[in-house]
């Protein structure tokens, strides 16, 4: 079996590796000749920084960006904030940092398990029958595997060959990019400033430079190709957080529409869509990075078990039932926040009253955090399965004597048993690794957790027999 996965961006690069390393033959092809400047995501969210540990590159990245602990919404002078301290994670914070270096550690762990990247590679043409996929393309010839990702972006061609509507919305405000250093010292937080005339975004690179994001009303008509100069951002800054913060140099900028929209499936026989192909919003929450490499680190497992040959019949299609969701409420989510932010005058009189509101709120604050973070989600039990306690829920990074959790995960199912029943998974050797715990899992009051790689929990059960052990790990895991 193989896999051609279309488009380089991190939601392509972080499948194209995990493929990879579970021995699947994977190629990316890659529309642009060369590598692109473009760096809009600035944040990577706890549960992605789990999924990218879990692949041995979080710490590297960490050591990189700025962690950040809070939002800090400045409102008519006002300042309101919001914690994104995660008390079970071990990131317990965003992690600023600029998506090409996101991007250049996935690249080369991909590279490094052998994945081939293919520039200047546009798909003109799609065609699937029973036994695969013919891509063709811009060149005159034509690549084929067995499956295909479309990972290529908010204009996606796989998603237009394949007809598949991309409902949403267009938002009338330009929304403008820009990296800038300020001689104002800034709380360490995600800084949103928010005012009449629209909304600005500063979170922090260090050494005073932030990311600025604009949403400016007034600029609503400008030409989208115009470009960005600095006087234009200081007059955005001065309109709408009342300051200019110290602007004192601009280093890079661009000009975009943003949008609301989703695919309406993610799977069309055997084409799936993935990141921006799949699902594009507001950069307000900065979800869309994260989210698509949420949307790999799912997918992924399940074509490596169609390539191993054990996986069960309706597994690859858990990819719709789990992740459409998980799309449709990052986009409400993104677009209440856009509301709030740019807001009309009605709602903005009464937002000084709504956002205190919304941000003290125990249960709404904490309902946000754990969706923005990522950490909240959590998976349907797929039909003719064994229900159980928490299946389908993240599981955290478990302390193991003197190891974690998550660093044996790698790829694979894990068992993590206290009973002597694990015996029971000789068979599945090849696909599980088991691992026994001589004092109760710290977890519930589970003796037994079966973890999917992707690190939800797929059954869990206290005290099985030997019965119920095959059956779940049948289920799951396919014949023996």
């Not at 690190?455 to 014949?479: D, K, V």
Request: aromatic content about 6%; some cysteine.
């Amino acid at each position: 079996m193989s896999v051609i996965i279309v488009g380089a961006g991190p939601t392509g690069l972080a499948l194209a590796g995990d493929l990879a390393a579970a021995g699947v033959p994977v190629k990316i092809l890659e529309r642009r000749a060369e590598e692109s400047n473009l760096t809009r995501a600035f944040a990577v969210h706890a549960r992605t920084l789990e999924l990218l540990d879990m692949r041995g590159l979080a710490d590297g990245l960490v050591a990189q960006g700025i962690q950040v602990p809070q939002v800090r919404v400045h409102l008519k002078g006002a300042e309101l904030a919001f914690n994104m301290c995660h008390p079970d994670s071990r990131f317990p914070y965003v992690l600023i940092l600029r998506q090409a270096r996101t991007e250049a550690a996935l690249e080369e762990r991909a590279r490094d398990l052998g994945v081939e990247i293919v520039r200047g590679a546009e798909v003109t043409g799609l065609a699937q029958d029973a036994d695969g996929v013919t891509l063709a393309l811009c060149t005159g010839g034509s690549e084929r595997a067995d499956y295909v990702v479309g990972c290529d972006g908010a204009h996606s061609a796989v998603r237009r060959l394949l007809g598949v509507g991309f409902s949403g919305k267009s938002y009338d405000t330009r929304i403008l990019l820009a990296d800038v250093l300020l001689k104002r010292q800034l709380p360490l937080a995600v800084n949103p400033f928010i005012g009449d005339d629209g909304a600005v975004l500063l979170p922090p690179y260090g050494d005073g430079w932030f990311r600025a994001t604009i949403w400016d009303r007034t600029g609503q008509n400008i030409p989208i190709d115009q470009p960005v100069d600095i006087e234009e951002v200081r007059d955005s800054l001065l309109r709408i957080a009342g300051d200019d913060l110290g602007l004192a140099e601009m280093s890079w900028s661009t000009r975009f529409l943003s949008e609301r929209r989703q695919a309406r499936t993610y799977r069309v026989g055997r084409v799936f869509l993935a990141g921006d192909a799949a699902h594009v919003h507001s950069p307000l929450g900065a979800m869309g990075m994260s989210t698509g490499i949420q949307d790999a680190a799912n997918l992924s497992w399940k074509l490596a078990a169609a390539h191993q040959g054990w996986a069960p019949p309706w597994l690859l299609d858990t990819y719709q039932s789990e992740r459409h969701p998980v799309g449709r409420t990052v986009l409400r989510l993104t677009d209440l926040l856009r509301r709030l932010a740019d807001a009309p005058a009605p709602i903005r009189l009464l937002r000084p009253y709504i956002a205190p509101a919304i941000i003290n709120h125990p249960k709404i604050s904490e309902k946000a955090r754990l969706t923005l973070s990522g950490l909240g989600i959590h998976y349907p039990t797929p039909d003719g399965t064994l229900a159980s306690p928490m299946a389908g829920h993240r599981l955290p990074d478990l302390r193991l004597g003197t190891g974690r959790l998550y660093e044996r995960m790698r790829g694979r199912f894990v068992l993590l048993d206290a009973t002597t029943t694990h015996e029971a998974a000789g068979p599945w050797h090849d696909r599980i690794d088991v691992l026994t715990a001589d004092s109760p899992i710290p977890y519930g009051e589970a003796t037994t957790l079966l973890i999917r790689p992707d690190g939800y929990l797929a059954w869990t059960a206290t005290h099985p027999n030997l019965q119920q052990m095959r059956l779940a790990l049948r289920q799951w895991c396919g014949q023996a």
